[in-house]
């Protein structure tokens, strides 16, 4: 216990307000800290529940280390009375706990150890959210990256996120001298005081200290009612968004006075980003009088940013503020809609000079053709079914108290629903939980508007819906629209539509569980029904239900509902897969001839895998085949499952079967690392290519791992029973990073890139070069030139760096661009362009686009190895090669020296460089071939025959044959 007369380590100001019940929680996380040197001070700004008679009580009981004080009238705010709590506080070091949250066990000890470590005036650690009103009280770490590890700052500018956005109080200690010495107090008056008091915190710290401990337990509520939410929380408020213009306004002037201009700009663009959408994705639930109050305080503080910050957000920011500053209502609320629903394309959008707009207002202002730009989003590049057009409801008209009749209007956006298109579809009232019930309702008439479609359909809701009663209590509603029999599915809508009326619901169960099914907006702003009890029968009869769910007698009951729920989502939880593919399916006997394949982790039907399985299915050979896919369904060239070739998901259970019983594993990347191969299986690892980039254990990640952690990784390497190679490069960079023995190396060459030699054989051979039924599947004249660009993937998305309307205005008269993005990176092209640029990224297997290519543009992928076999011209496109290879990870040779082609690093450069190439200029021809000798010596054309021979033998007549001669 702490004498009333010592000097604490920590004074813990705990501010209430009505808050009687949870405050002596709070107060008690402050007592048991295993810091002991730590007193509370109960600050209550006036309540009216009998908070500061409880915080009085505790005094009583703790003396020393409990004083309780009182503000004379309510403040209304945190501020005055965090300041009284500065005023009373006796500690060397002081922190903030709100009464409705706790301080994690070893907050404060941690906190000053740090601080007496590092002499910091400020150390700052993790606060957790704590949702209490989720079934499983989900957590969530507040800005975790910050907290990563031990960090000490000398100035807050060495680390602009942490001034951005971890702006909390309550996370922090702070030395008392250094807030007293500073005159640290906080605003009165404000709502969002924390920010500005942090932001004076950090500009006025000498030291800032961070801590990788969670210190502070932040208890949220998701579902509140309007009148027990936070003050900060209550946004249909405008003094809300005004309070925070203000505390904006005195930080930035701040930043001016230190000359923070760094500081200023990331502050800006969090503004733009978080700040201004967190009120937008309400905007629609607000009046008139809100909005336009919002927009005139928006306005003018958006006239102090920068337009180049602007250029920093993405596009669905930019447009939101624009349209939000012109107050252009029509045209803010789709990009709300978006700003909600990144999925969906909100608006028909607009094509002018090969750039995508959002809308056709406004463009004759220069800036709003700025802001309004949505190129790069690549609305241009999505089919119908990737498209989710933004489907809005215009009208909602209850029949007779069973029915609503409702007309909306589905966005056409860039003309892809043709005028004459056969137009189909159905309204789908959906259960939200996962496997319950489905109903529909036809769409009864379609009227094509050029930008939209509208449509008709009368959703007979009591006679046809009926839930079970118990856990379908939310059903969303879908349209499943066809055209010419092309699918899409988008949720409808809801702007500012009353929805009047509510409908008779007949649950399976019994009515007495509820009677009534009400439409709702979704979070998202989308139209829903909420199954309820209206009639005293089923609210009497509901709550009993509840009542005894909730009494002693209903335990046994939730315990074993829980029990199924648990059984159930534990089943197909990873962990318990791998436990069953272990204990299990690896025990049962490897079945002959089962090969299981996949390409890219089954995202592909495509590389060294397909070209081994389609010389197996060439022979006849007797296997079962397996290949695995990731996602919901097979991507497009996938094989057809039959007698002998089987699709599966990955991670599905049929993919664990098959794995564990199969004799032989084919892939280029790599399986899961948690499943270990048994004895029995062949492990046949092709690769996906020879590196640039190091690899494996050259890599400073993987050697400076635990070694606990490196020998998983190498256990998951020693997998391979056989790693193909191509040439001796891969022997001296592969198999030495991956610490493979010798005794698994096969020289054979890639299975892949036997077509691409066999093409250059039959091009020497008759001096012509043959397009085949590619070329016109893509849509492409044989005739004209075609550029293949694919470039590499980068961690950091890519602005579109190589412009293909300027391609096109360059070259299109004569020459076509095919744009291979990575797979897992996408690049937008507009399909206005068709024929000059196609984007080919779906397509499933690059080898034949190699074949097609007159010319390869690209930058560091392992395509320039393959592509060499061609003897055909490359450009590098290295823009940013100063970064890639100065990188950590490093190269394994300065590709600048070795380039087999033009090494350019600007757009116009690369368009020079590729005219050279179409006017027939060869300079590079023999650097080339010493490349592709260099780089592919064991690619002979016969890498697939030579491990079909190895593994699999030729065909049974094919051997029968032979032993007869």
């Known amino acids: 216990m702490i004498s009333a007369l010592s000097t604490p380590d920590v004074s813990v100001i705990v501010i209430v307000f009505n808050d009687a019940e949870r405050l002596p929680r709070a107060v008690q996380s402050v007592l048991d800290q295993t810091l002991h040197g730590v007193e509370a001070v109960i600050v209550d700004d006036c309540s009216t529940d009998g908070s500061f008679e409880v915080a009085q009580r505790l005094a009583a009981q703790h003396p020393g280390r409990v004083r309780a004080f009182q503000l004379p009238e309510n403040s209304k705010g945190c501020g005055e009375p965090r300041n009284r709590g500065i005023a009373e506080a006796l500690g060397t070091y002081v922190m903030y706990l709100d009464s409705d949250d706790e301080l994690e066990l070893n907050a404060c000890r941690n906190m000053v150890e740090a601080a007496e470590r590092t002499g910091a005036e400020l150390v700052s650690g993790l606060s957790t959210q704590i949702y209490i009103d989720t079934r499983n009280q989900r957590e969530q770490p507040w800005y975790r990256w910050l907290y990563q590890r031990h960090q000490v700052l000398d100035d807050v500018a060495e680390l602009p996120d942490l001034f ?236 007779d108290g069973n029915s609503v009749k409702v007309t909306a209007r589905t966005v056409n956006p860039l003309g892809l629903i043709p005028a004459g298109a056969k137009l189909s579809g159905r309204l789908e009232v959906k259960a939200r939980r996962k496997g319950l019930q489905t109903f529909t309702f036809p769409v009864t008439s379609f009227t094509h508007q050029g930008d939209y479609v509208e449509w008709e359909s009368t959703l007979d809701i009591s006679r046809t819906v009926r839930p079970l009663g118990l856990v379908d209590t939310i059903w969303d509603v879908w349209l499943n629209l066809e055209v010419d029999k092309k699918k899409t599915r988008p949720p409808l809508s809801v702007d500012q539509l009353d929805l009047d009326g509510d409908f008779a619901a007949r649950p399976r169960l019994t009515r007495l569980l509820a009677d009534r099914l009400e439409p709702e907006v979704s979070r998202p702003g989308h139209l829903a029904f909420q199954l309820t009890a209206v009639g005293p029968a089923a609210s009497k009869g509901r709550g009993l239900l509840f009542d005894l769910m909730s009494s002693p007698a209903g335990a046994p009951l939730k315990r074993s509902a829980k029990r199924v729920l648990k059984a159930g989502r534990d089943l197909n939880a990873a962990d318990s897969k791998v436990r069953w593919y272990h204990r299990a399916m690896t025990r049962m006997p490897v079945k002959k001839g089962l090969v299981v394949f996949e390409s890219h982790l089954g995202k592909q039907y495509s590389d060294s895998p397909r070209a081994i399985y389609e010389e197996m299915r060439r022979r006849g050979l007797p296997i079962h085949a397996v290949w695995s896919y990731e996602g919901k369904k097979p991507p497009k060239g996938f094989p057809k499952p039959g007698k002998d070739v089987e699709v599966v998901e990955r991670w599905s259970w049929p993919y664990l079967y098959a794995l564990a019983r199969a004799e032989y594993w084919i892939d280029n990347q790599g399986y899961p690392l948690a499943l270990r191969k048994r004895p029995e299986t062949t492990y046949i690892q092709t690769w996906h290519g020879s590196a640039l980039k190091r690899m494996g254990f050259d890599m400073a990640e993987y050697r400076m791992q635990p070694r606990h952690k490196q020998d998983e990784y190498q256990q998951a390497l020693d997998r391979f029973d056989h790693f193909v190679v191509r040439t001796e490069h891969d022997v001296d960079t592969l198999v030495r990073a991956y610490r493979l023995p010798e005794s698994k190396v096969l020289r054979v060459g890639y299975p892949r890139n036997d077509a691409l030699v066999a093409a250059r054989r039959e091009e020497v051979l008759t001096g012509k070069r043959e397009r085949g039924p590619l070329a016109k599947e893509l849509g492409i004249d044989p005739a004209r030139t075609i550029v293949l660009y694919a470039p590499t993937f980068r961690e950091k998305a890519p602005e579109l760096v190589l412009d293909p309307v300027a391609f096109a205005e360059r070259f299109g008269e004569n020459t076509t661009l095919l744009v291979r993005s990575h797979y897992m990176q996408r690049l937008a092209v507009p399909r206005t362009l068709k024929g000059k640029v196609v984007d080919v990224t779906d397509y499933p297997d690059i080898t034949p686009l190699l074949g097609l290519a007159d010319a390869l543009v690209t930058d560091y992928s392992s395509v320039m190895f393959d592509y060499a076999l061609l003897d055909r011209p490359m450009v590098f496109y290295a823009y940013d090669y100063e970064e890639y290879a100065g990188a950590a990870r490093g190269t394994y040779f300065d590709l600048r020296e070795a380039a087999p082609g033009p090494f350019v690093e600007t757009q116009e450069q690369l368009f020079d460089a590729i005219e050279e190439v179409r006017e027939g200029a060869d300079a590079y021809a023999e650097k080339r071939r010493g490349f592709a000798a260099r780089f592919g010596e064991y690619d002979e054309g016969r890498a697939a025959a030579q491990i079909v021979d190895r593994f699999f033998g030729p065909a049974a007549g094919t051997q029968q044959k032979g032993e007869q001669a």
Not at 259 to 268: F, H, N, Q
Not at 274 to 302: C, M, N, T, V
């Open 164 to 399: 951005v956005f971890d702006t909390l109080s309550t996370n922090m200690c702070y030395r008392r001298d250094f807030l007293l010495d500073n005159k640290l107090t906080f605003v009165k008056g404000l709502l969002y005081e924390d920010l500005l008091y942090s932001a004076q915190a950090y500009l006025a710290a000498d030291r800032i200290a961070l801590i990788p401990n969670q210190v502070y337990k932040w208890y949220m509520r998701q579902n509140v009612a309007k009148a027990d939410k936070s003050i900060t929380n209550r946004r249909d408020e405008i003094r809300n968004f005004s309070d925070r213009i203000e505390i904006h306004r005195r930080i930035d002037a701040l930043l001016e006075e230190k000359g923070k201009t760094g500081l200023r700009r990331a502050k800006d663009l969090k503004f733009l980003k978080h700040d201004i959408p967190l009120y937008l994705r309400e905007f629609p639930q607000h009046g008139p009088k809100w909005q336009h109050q919002f927009a005139e305080l928006s306005r003018e503080y958006l006239a102090t940013i920068p337009y180049d910050v602007f250029d920093e957000c993405q596009p669905v920011h930019r447009v939101c503020a624009y349209l939000l500053i012109k107050e252009d209502w029509a045209n803010l609320l789709p990009a709300i809609d978006w700003l909600r629903n990144p999925r969906k394309t909100p608006m028909p959008l607009v094509e002018r000079d090969g750039r995508i707009y959002f809308c056709a207002e406004h463009l004759d202002d220069e800036i709003g053709r700025r802001m309004l730009d949505v190129t790069e989003v690549g609305f241009q590049a999505r089919s119908l079914s990737e498209s989710m057009p933004r489907t809005q409801l215009l009208s909602w008209v209850p029949q």
